[in-house]
Nanobody, 123 residues
């Protein structure tokens, strides 16, 4: 079993930045493909970014490409999401996810989920 705990959410003005962290425990972190998803009020959960076991490969949703950066530190069992140039439409609960595939953008490919952290961007 894997436990994932997100942190780093909060309230920020449009144009600002936040860095989310997700700490993992319970399984060899380097054998998990990791991803970030988000869910805004009244909307379905959507893919944000993913990173491979080693961190060599990343993949982003078009809506965040060029503004968000996913990274991981396997020594610290942590994955990060650096979010720059935040806009009100980025407001959502952000979830960290881990799975057995090297890299994936579909939520059903992930086996483990964190509890989520709220990100609110004011205009």
């Amino acid at each position: 079993q894997v436990q994932l705990v997100e942190s780093g959410g909060g309230l920020v003005q449009a144009g600002g930045s936040l860095r989310l962290s997700c700490a993992a425990s319970g399984r060899t972190f380097s054998s998990l493909g990791m991803g970030w998803f988000r869910q805004a009020p009244g909307k379905e959960r959507e893919f944000v970014a993913a990173i491979s076991f080693s961190g060599a490969r990343t993949y982003y949703a078009d809506s965040v490409k060029g503004r968000f950066t996913i990274s991981r530190d396997n020594a610290r069992n942590t994955v990060y999401l650096q979010m720059n140039s935040l806009q009100p439409e980025d407001t959502a609960v952000y979830y960290c996810a881990g799975g057995k595939l090297n890299i994936a953008s579909i939520d059903r490919e992930y086996d483990y989920w964190g509890q989520g952290t709220q990100v609110t961007v004011s205009s």
